[in-house]
């Protein structure tokens, strides 16, 4: 008759190994499944395999990742992701630079008309994202703290439960297929859209969901990402993306765009250091370099990045000659080159 | 509160572990509060008919007691019987009463306002509790017991939270006594227990709410789809009821197990039964006994004429559909299985040779397999009255599974969570491969015998297999609305 354990004994190693388990399962998770976000884990690879000569890291969403090819900019890594606000992006600069790429010069980030949107903050539903965000303080900033640490515990703590159907897809998902799929994003051709009006409305209905194109939680990210970067030393370089003519005509029946700017020149003024370029309106006339009505394909991701390139390479002159990040920007052009339809 | 949300998560560790602090003179009361903050989660102030009916029933099985004349004594249960269903009727029923006369009185050209019986919430679980109480006030009567002195036990009775909303509904004579033992932590009955539970969390979320995703998305809109989405959807939902009612079951009885307390078994592998009347036996054994305690042996049984025994039994299947919900589709559900009893009551004289003749021998066992799957088809082609919103929308998919057969065209307009069901269908296969082996011997015993690693491993398993594959939206139970 074999020997009972104490009910205490009995717990206590049964919850160990299943803390054990589970810290397996999670981290399973993470590195090799989130089908969604495989391109994520590539790029977030090829970061850490970066080597310690990167001055610039490009963050933020599609726009940045689909606008700045890092081959074609000297010494840059790419860590952007689809659909990311500045709430993920606030904890993936704590979680890649404050851990483990303190040496980055600067980043550059977009600076979209939607960047300020509530859906912009209401990103912790993905596990790829929750695990770069920072639940106590989202927490106690927030209205809705309980679904907020509900969450926390769901997508960070959590990630793999009820994630059967995720895990069959990657298991099944033929990569070929999914490179097809990206290929067929990124060399997508606007100008031979059939219906570039619809698919207009429909990209901004998903950015600007019943208009909501300003939240405090949005713009408080933001904030925290400037000062997070001034505290140690990294320029930030906000981008604003080129956007087709069509795009830019129907985003005001969205945006009040008066109301945008000042927003954000509000928040800009407590960071005089950050960089503005302003592009949105550079390829007004080349309907042939996007994919959709407001990203990049691949050839106007090339022509943007080349554009941009000399500017870099600029910007690194002045960050390496000793300019403290406290000095007045090397430029800065934010609404300088603003044209609305009825100019 | 759901027994597949966070807040049960928290809540049973916390009072199993209180409960067995507690110095047993305390534990009734420690458990009656715990049952009525787990009933009032939901909407506080039906705790209030909750105590109402928990005080008729004990004010009127004692007078049922003290009485010396019949006539009084037949008071008292009416009166305990007109308490109890007035409550039902007014919270269930009113409205489809009112509706129903509405639609009548409009045939002759009249019309009832019934603005104000819309906005009324069912009390959840009102059926099942209404029930239990209403059958001790019947034992007490019939002299099957004596009455509950202890007003707090009593009350624990009505409310016992593990089995509170959805069964199994109880008698008195098996569970109040159990509230008077002294029970002490036995490690091997938590181990059965939350071996039952893993079993019930693994119908409900990993089979139960994955094909849900699929029932409720051609079931909310029958009009969008038609040929081979119904056909699935009618298996699926087969399956989806079976394995969140039956897993709700278990849990209840898996976590009064862990705490010292037997409830009745509610299933008993239904789907394995080789004719609807053996189905019935086996499927909510604990309503369908009700039924036959309180209903159809008082109506005369099977000790009768063959009509009236017909009639009877159509009587208990109609009141059992009613039972269900206040809707003509449930009512016609129950009176299609008491058609289903009564038709193969009737051709039994002749099937029965028919089958010796063609199954002699060995086949016998492929007569068997006949049957379950007749069985289970019956079952499940009646719960298209059972899950369709109105008769259109049965009649609806009825037409539309037998006059559609374009199938490869409707599969394309399949809803989208079609990738879930070969998931779903494993596990009803691991399900059914369970039952089966139960059936030949007891799992729980064989495993509660098992050392230790084997335990741990199989409860591993099961805890990381059932959050890996489950379905976490906290979907309410199917027969919470009743």
């Known amino acids: ?343 | 509160m759901l027994f597949n949300s966070v807040h049960f998560v928290l809540f049973f560790p916390v009072v199993c572990a209180l409960y067995f602090l507690l110095p047993a003179r305390f534990r009734w009361f420690f458990l009656l509060a715990a049952s009525y903050y787990f009933y009032m989660c939901w909407e506080a102030k039906y705790g209030i008919l909750l105590a109402t009916s928990t005080l008729i029933d004990y004010v009127a099985a004692m007078q049922v007691a003290r009485a010396e004349r019949v006539r009084t004594r037949r008071l008292w249960l009416a009166a305990s019987l007109v308490g109890n269903f007035g409550i039902l009727f007014s919270f269930k029923y009113l409205g489809f009463a009112a509706n129903t006369l509405d639609s009548i009185l409009s045939f002759y050209g009249m019309s009832i306002s019934l603005g104000r019986w819309d906005g009324i919430l069912l009390p959840i679980g009102i059926s099942f509790y209404t029930f239990q109480s209403v059958s001790y006030t019947i034992d007490v009567y019939m002299g099957e017991r004596e009455p509950e002195r202890h007003l707090g036990k009593f009350a624990l009775y009505v409310s016992f939270f593990p089995q509170l909303v959805a069964g199994p509904i109880e008698r008195s004579t098996h569970l109040l006594p159990q509230f008077s033992e002294n029970h002490r932590w036995d490690p091997e009955q938590a181990f059965r227990g939350l071996l039952q539970m893993g079993v019930g969390f693994f119908k409900k979320l990993v089979i139960a709410d994955r094909l849900a995703l699929y029932v409720d998305t051609v079931y909310g809109t029958p009009a969008e789809y038609g040929g081979l989405p119904f056909v699935i959807c009618i298996y699926a939902f087969t399956w989806q009821v079976y394995a969140d009612f039956s897993g709700y079951s278990d849990i209840a009885i898996g976590a009064a197990r862990i705490m010292g307390y037997d409830l009745r078994k509610n299933f008993d592998a239904p789907f394995h039964s080789r004719t609807v009347a053996e189905f019935w036996r086996r499927w909510h054994i604990s309503l369908y006994s009700w039924f036959r305690d309180y209903i159809f042996i008082p109506l005369g049984g099977s000790r009768t004429t063959d009509a009236r025994r017909y009639l009877n039994v159509l009587i208990v299947f109609g009141l059992s559909g009613l039972w269900h919900g206040a809707a003509w589709t449930f009512v016609l559900f129950g009176l299609l299985h008491g058609v289903y009893i009564i038709v193969g009551d009737l051709t039994r004289t002749w099937r029965e040779p028919i089958a010796r003749f063609l199954f002699p021998g060995r086949l016998k066992g492929l007569h068997h397999i006949i049957q379950v799957l007749v069985t289970f088809h019956c079952f499940a082609l009646s719960l298209i009255l059972f899950r369709s919103s109105s008769l259109a929308d049965a009649w609806l998919l009825v037409s539309g599974t037998l006059t559609d057969f374009n199938w490869h065209a409707s599969l394309s307009s399949t809803p989208l969570p079609i990738h879930e069901l070969p998931a779903g269908l494993v596990a009803v296969v691991l399900l059914e491969a369970g039952n089966t082996i139960q059936q030949r011997t007891s799992i729980p015993d064989r495993l509660a015998a098992a050392p230790w690693p084997v335990k741990w491993t199989v409860a591993y398993i099961m805890l990381f297999g059932i959050l890996v594959a489950g379905v976490f939206t906290s979907n309410q139970f199917v027969y919470f609305q009743f």
Request: charge should be neutral; hydrophobic fraction near 40%; aromatic fraction near 12%.
């Open chain 1, 1 to 343: 008759m074999p020997r009972r354990l104490p009910l205490v004994v009995n717990l206590v190693a049964f919850a160990i190994v299943a803390v054990f388990v589970h810290s397996g399962l999670r981290y399973g998770y993470f590195r090799h499944v989130m089908a969604a976000k495989r391109g994520c884990l590539i790029r977030e690879k090829e970061f850490a395999r970066s080597n310690d000569e990167v001055s610039f890291a490009f963050f933020g969403n599609s726009h940045v990742m689909m606008g700045l090819a890092p081959r074609l900019i000297p010494d840059s890594v790419g860590f952007a992701t689809l659909g990311e606000g500045y709430m993920v992006t606030y904890g993936k600069l704590r979680e890649m630079l404050d851990h483990r790429k303190p040496q980055v010069r600067a980043i550059a980030m977009q600076l979209d008309l939607h960047s300020f949107g509530a859906s912009q903050i209401d990103q912790t539903g993905q596990p790829y994202w929750a695990q770069y965000a920072d639940f106590p303080r989202l927490a106690a900033d927030t209205t809705r703290t309980v679904p907020v640490l509900m969450d926390w515990l769901r997508y960070k703590e959590f990630p793999y439960v009820g994630s059967l159907s995720v895990i069959a897809k990657t298991l099944s998902q033929d990569d070929q297929l999914v490179r097809d799929r990206q290929v067929e994003i990124l060399t997508g051709d606007f100008s031979k859209h059939e219906d570039k009006q619809g698919l207009t409305m429909l990209r901004l209905h998903e950015h600007v969901p019943e208009g909501s194109w300003y939240c405090e939680e949005s713009a408080a990210y933001l904030r925290r990402c400037l000062r997070f970067c001034r505290d140690h030393g990294i320029r930030v370089v906000l981008i604003r993306f080129p956007l087709t003519r069509i795009y830019w005509e129907n985003v005001f029946r969205f945006i009040p765009i008066d109301k945008w700017e000042a927003k954000t020149r509000e928040i800009l003024a407590d960071f005089p250091e950050v960089i503005v370029w302003d592009y949105h309106d550079v390829f007004f006339d080349h309907e042939e370099y996007f994919t959709d009505p407001n990203h990049l394909n691949v050839t106007g991701a090339e022509i943007f990045s080349k554009m941009v390139r000399d500017r870099f390479v600029e910007l690194e002159k002045t960050l390496t000659s000793g300019n403290s990040p406290d000095s007045p920007p090397p430029v800065t052009d934010f609404g300088g080159r603003r044209r609305s339809p009825d100019r």
